[in-house]
């Protein structure tokens, strides 16, 4: 599709519009004296219009019309030959003097005449093509010449060149093209016409220079005209420069491509694509009285976006290799301004985009949503434009097919792209080599840390995600002393802590910041003394950067006394580390038989290794894996249990009081009721799917099992939740029936939500939490020195259960501020860790 506007362009020079009729009026006179034809003479008038006709493209049709009139006297024959080769079509073709004078002795006479040409070269000596034409007509018969006497010579134009069109980077041609070039006249009788391909398409000459040599002048113009009227393809482009002596100049502008566009508005969202074999697409929006706004999100590959304004010149262009997102930017023109300078009525603020692939695979669609406003949501499992609310508590989103939602601002899912960076680089000077910021850089992730000893020089380099329409500066701040200084430049560093902020300000002027705390040798405060020194180097940024956000908190090692590569395969093995393949499907080992229905197959290797690996998890966010679980009544409330039970199947409930009773739970147990909370919702599911959550199984109903105690896996379908029921009825001992003194203190059997949830409490306490095991990691991954077997005692075979469920508790901790209290956080050392960690398939 490609996209055409209304208006034409108006052909003008410096003294006026010039028409070649207004020349010819102006060499001849109106008072004729010729008598009326007769019809020996209106056969060859009837010759003569049909020759002249088949110099052009002129039809038959158009040519008997031709002689109709020149039969009723409304035209003379030597002005409708005058009229067809000084026409465009004919000066075209570039018709030299000597080739004018043998097609207009071919035109009168029906053949070239050799002494009639030279008669006619001659009179072209002094005088104008109009002239030559009437004298050579008037020769043949007097009752044919032109309806009056031209004379002189005319306007004569020479010495002509025009810029070449040249195709952009992207290698096509787009908006108002203006082209430059020059000439040399006598008189000012001149007249541009513009082409493409032979069409004529008007153009607006504007004069830039005008110098007067004697009976000369020199002229330099601009010629511009607009590109959207062109179908898309390849085409030639030319100018002819027609004066008033008949002669014509024509003069190449070279190839250019325009490229199918299809047309988008502002606050729309569009699914489209580069389809198989392109390199890319092209689209056009007009933005009205707006800024412009373009957005990409659900990127299937790799792509490079670029911003064209109205008159085609490139406003700017983004790659962001491996970010999900790209953005486009551009700010309202003055479309009055360009309206001015070219002619062109009515200009729109429009733009062209240009998505293109960054690979050379042509093989396959690069899919990719367009969204045509500020900001942009993930609702519904779609992406939409914001287009209205109040900004702060509810916003209204429309969806590709413009319907409308209007919805909570917080449950909008508001993409948070606006003051972004798509890049950052870190690089030691001295050794000239990137260093490990942590955690990896991630363009949603607002803080890093980074350890360095014995070097105290850095340079960082940094993209925002909007590119060229984002502004980003660099302060350092080194105990107190503030310096700022610009990407690329070394920055010195003392010892001790340097806080790095960079400050990202998006083209709407709003703007957000990230922070790089850097610690070189030790601190003022005694943390690398008291906590950093009995870790392993390679967890030192990491806690860097807890204790820069988080200096409440407490840091103690564990120290396994195993080796990394032993207790990953021995974790590695009989099912022990097991993923949902229908949720995480690259990270299920190939060929995998089912552990447990409907799909729990054992994990790749590398992702036990990232799950096992404590460095990966020393974020805010995810620290809470190593949580020490104990009841603390200065951090547990229930009103922190209702939060984290919030939305899930027992939010609301009119049976039960959950928060209480898990509260009450905890502190019987003296375990932490929001790591009960949690295990719930892990086991039972975030909507109670399992039929232990309701005491509904069938055979067993009126049996609960809230923690999945017992619940070992089987290959044969439910038998997970089957064994929970029979642990549930009567301990281990199902077959024998009979439940031990120690399984009766666990409130078994299990026949109400209460005896469930409190009794199960006190199990995971005596079995788990008073062993030692006593935080989500340890519980999944039994590596405890403590002169037990190791690797069996495990809650759970799920490998992301520590860091699922430490997530929710963070995010529970935060709905009730709790995040900066002084929770203490055993964290796990193995030797032999490996060098590289971090990543998941």
Known sequence: MYVRRPEYFIVTALFGILAVAAAVITAISLDTGISDPDKKTLKKADDIVARAGALTSISNEEVEIAKARVEDGLISCGDYVISVMTSPDYLLKGVSDEKFANDLCSVIYGEVRQDEVKYIMNDLKDNSRLVAIDKAITSESKKLRASGSPEGMGSVISNVSLEANRDEPEQYTVGIRESSGSYTATGDEVRTDFFVDGSLYYGYLKFTDNKNTGNSSYREFILSWDTADVAPGRHEVYALLRSSDGRGTVISGGEITIPAKLMIEPNSVEETSIPVGAENSWYMIDCNDNDCYINFA????????????????????????????????GKKQDVDAVAKETGISSVSNCYYICVSRTGTDLEDDVDFTMIQSREFAYFDGTYMAVTGGDGVNNVKLTDMDKNTYDVEKAKAGIVPVGCTLSSLYITDVQSSEEVNI???????????????????????????????????TLVADSNGSQRNFAPGEILDLPEGETLITIN??????????????????????????NTLSKFPK?????????????????????????????????????GRSLIEKSSYPRYVKPNCKVYDKPDWMAAKTEVVSYFMDPRNFLTPEKVFAFEMLGFDPKVHTVEGVKEIIKGSFMDGSKDYDYAQIIYEAGKEA???????ASRIIQEMGYNGESALSRGDLTGYEGYYNFYNIGAYATTEPGGAV??????????????????TDTEASYLLPWTSVEKAIKGGAKWIASGYIDKGQNTLYFQKFDVLDDGTEKYNHQYAQNIMMAYSEGMRYYRSYASIGMTDAAFEFVIPVYNDMPATYGSLP
């Open 438 to 472: 942590y955690p990896k850089f991630d363009f949603l992730v607002r803080d890093y840390a980074y350890y360095i000893s014995g070097s105290n020089s850095l340079s960082l380099r940094c993209t925002a995600l909007e590119g060229y329409s984002a502004n980003v």
């Open 670 to 676: 003296g375990v932490s009721p929001y790591f009960l």
């Open 504 to 529: 990202v300000t998006s083209f709407d002027g709003s703007a957000d910041s990230y922070r790089f705390y850097v610690l070189n040798g030790h601190d003022r405060g005694g943390f690398y003394e």
């Open 722 to 739: 089957i064994n929970g029921a029979k642990y549930a009825q009567w301990g281990r001992d199902w077959e024998g029936k009979e439940i």
């Open 298 to 329: 659900g990127i299937s590959d790799d792509i490079r976006v670029s911003l064209y304004d109205l008159k085609g010149n490139l406003i700017g262009t983004n790659e962001n290799p491996g970010i999900p997102y790209a953005m486009l930017r």
């Open 538 to 574: 390679s967890y030192y940024s990491g806690l860097w950067l807890l204790h820069s956000l988080k200096p409440n908190y407490i840091f103690t090692p564990y120290y396994t006394n195993l080796s990394f590569g032993n207790a990953l395969d021995a974790e590695n093995s009989y």
